[in-house]
Each structure stands twice: as C-alpha cells, then as structure tokens.
C-alpha cells in the first residue's frame, strides 16, 4: 500500500531532551516537508526536501533540523524540545511536477503528537 | 502581509444539499490551489488541485472554482452527505515547493 508512515503516533518529553520523529514514504517521491498542525493556525511549513541531500526551510523552522540522506527517509530532529513546540506534526510526499514543482496533490502521514512538559 | 482565509465557522448543512466552502487570499500570485479533507486526528488527503489557468475543476460530487481576479476558490459537494462531515482545507502553491494552507472549515452534514 502507497503510504507515508510516522513514529511515533505519541510522544511526551521533557523540555530539552533531543527527539526524532521518524518519516518513510514507499512511493519513490522526490519531494517530502514537515508540517505542525496548531489550533486555529492551520498547517505550517518547518522544512522541505526536494531530493536526497537537499533541504530547504519553510516558515517556521526554529528549533528543527532535518536530514534526507535516503530517497525514503525524511527525520524531524528536536536538539533541545521546549514546550512550544508541542504540536501535531505531518510528514507530507509528493511526486515533482515536470516544470520541477509540486503540481501533485500531497500524501500526508497519520500524524505525529508531541508534547513537551 | 499575505493570508489565506477560509470560513473560521463551522458549516452545518442539510443532507443531499450542497456544500459551498471559500477559500479567500490576499498578497499571492498562486500557481495552483488545492483542497483537501481532514478527519479528526488524521493526515490531510488530497481532493482536487486547480491551476491559475482553469476556472474549473470537476471530480464527482465535488467542484472547484478558482477565481485570480477575485483571489478566490470556491469548493462545492453537491448532494451532500454524512461522510461528507469533516474539516476542508484549502491550499496555495506559489510556486516551487512553497505551499501555504488554510486553517479549515469544518463542515457537518445532517442526516
């Protein structure tokens, strides 16, 4: 089944403890992005991939590193977690267009729940 | 600054009557929108993508207008239903790989 799988589902840390949240598409797509998801906010962008070894910010990506050294694999890392970073987080895939944008409708992940004590 | 807006109030509609959701932007010169459909507690799942150049777009019950001179995108579900019920959002693409949603409408339909 085409799929874009995150683990955890649920997680609870404390503030300051590092933290992945692992992400892994089976679809062969170039282009991957994490979303947090908060209240009356909408989904915003923390960073996007368009292909292995290249990475770029979105709009909100303080606090958040991320690595794509697999086609498949796209991590979120938390080097040091605060409580405002609790949040729901999606991992998103997409084909690339052929004009190389993202013309293709979005295959998001279950969701990732974090909460920061 | 630029903003997507999309109705902050929730839609309750009667079964079997259409559903008309808008999706209203300021400050973009959209490539494409796209709206999807989220259920509590799960991922967004695509429904349809509009380009600028297309002022409509079909997929069974459902239907999308994109309007630049307005800076507007209407979504439709015609002959709504209860499995309808949920949150949809609305999704500019600018260009590339910069994409910016909505934060939903949540939508109910009645039985």
């Known amino acids: 089944e085409a799929q874009v799988t995150q683990n955890p589902r649920y997680l609870i840390t404390v503030t300051g403890k590092k933290l992945t949240v692992t992400c892994s598409q089976n679809m062969n797509h170039e282009y991957m992005s994490w979303y947090r998801q908060d209240p009356g906010l909408g989904l915003r962008q923390i960073y996007y991939?368009?292909?292995?070894?290249?990475?770029d910010k979105g709009d909100v990506p303080e606090g958040y590193k991320v690595s794509r050294k697999e086609k498949r694999n796209f991590p979120l890392i938390l080097e040091s977690p605060s409580p405002n970073q609790t949040s729901l987080y999606f991992c998103a895939s997409s084909l690339v267009g052929d004009r190389g944008d993202s013309s293709y409708g979005y295959t998001f992940g279950s969701g990732t729940r974090l909460t920061v004590v | 600054s630029q903003k997507i807006e999309q109705n902050s109030e929730a839609l309750n509609i009667q079964e079997g009557k259409t559903a008309t959701l808008t999706c209203n932007y300021t400050n973009y010169s959209p490539a494409y929108l796209q709206w999807y459909r989220q259920d509590p507690g799960r991922g967004p799942v695509f429904l349809l993508l509009?380009?600028?150049?297309?002022k409509e777009k079909r997929k069974e019950r459902l239907k999308v207008t994109f309007d630049t001179t307005l800076k507007q995108s209407l979504f439709h579900i015609t002959a709504s239903q209860p499995a309808d019920s949920a949150t949809y959002l609305c999704?500019?693409?600018?260009?590339?790989?910069?994409?910016?949603f909505g934060a939903g409408t949540r939508l109910f339909v009645k039985a």
């Open positions: 999704a500019l693409l600018t260009g590339g790989f910069k994409t910016i």
């Open positions: 509009i380009r600028e150049n297309e």
């Open positions: 991939s368009m292909n292995v070894e290249v990475t």
